[in-house]
């Protein structure tokens, strides 16, 4: 079954402190990764994924099929980051995606 | 661009009263989905449909409708509204050029008192 698990709820940092959202995964083909960001009362927009290997924002994610992760990550957190962010899987032919429960993101000053 | 248009965005339903969210988009995508967003609950998928005329239950379906008779509308309708209902409803579609990037509506605040 497909599944996406994001374990922290709430992950409060100071601003300029590294960040990583916990990302992991159950598929058993091979998976397109997401993530998503949803700023305060905002629609969801497309942060990055992994086929294309880009940061956005200064946030990274790589994908690890060992450990079947796909964490987000930046060195150095900005107060604008702050927002709920959502991991999200893509398999099968149906271009459906799954997601995790989010995790929201606190920068404070 | 309009992108993906939900209408409307917030509304107050009696216990079982009716009423349809209105989603088009106009990126001529072929697929187009409903999820709702529960506080520590993610998004989970309600309906979701691969081409006109054709769709299909995601992992929550009970209690709702859907119909996709062109490409550009994808209505989803609450029969018998109920409390359980209370949640915020998103439409997303993606295809043609957008290639595998989902867009999604601003939402739709649905209360059921």
């Known amino acids: 079954a497909q599944r996406v698990t994001q374990p922290e709820k709430l992950l409060s940092v100071f601003k300029g402190a590294p960040v990583e959202l916990k990302c992991n995964y159950s598929?058993?083909?091979?998976?397109?990764l997401f993530w998503y960001v949803q700023y305060s009362r905002q629609r969801l927009q497309l942060l990055l994924r992994?086929?294309s290997r880009e940061s956005i924002k200064g946030f990274t994610a790589d994908l690890n099929k060992g450990e079947t992760s796909f964490h987000l990550k930046k060195p150095f957190a900005q107060e604008e980051d702050s927002a709920m962010y959502y991991c999200?899987?893509?398999?099968?032919?149906?271009?459906?995606?799954?997601f995790g429960t989010g995790t929201l993101l606190a920068v404070q000053p | 661009n309009a992108g993906v248009t939900q209408t409307p965005k917030f509304r107050i339903l009696k216990i079982g009263q009716s009423m349809t969210l209105q989603c088009t988009q106009d990126m001529n995508h072929n697929y187009m989905y409903w999820y709702r967003q529960d506080p520590g609950m993610g998004l989970k998928l309600i309906y979701y449909s691969v081409g006109a005329g054709i769709t299909d239950k995601g992992e929550v379906p009970n209690g709702y409708n859907v119909s996709r008779s062109t490409t550009e509308d994808f209505p989803l309708r609450l029969e018998l509204a109920a409390p359980s209902q209370t949640s915020v409803y998103f439409c997303a579609s993606n295809g043609g050029s957008s290639g595998n990037t989902i867009y999604f509506g601003e939402g739709s605040w649905l209360t059921v008192v």
């Open positions: 992994h086929i």
């Open positions: 999200a899987l893509r398999g099968g032919a149906t271009n459906k995606l799954i």
């Open positions: 598929y058993s083909g091979s998976p397109e």
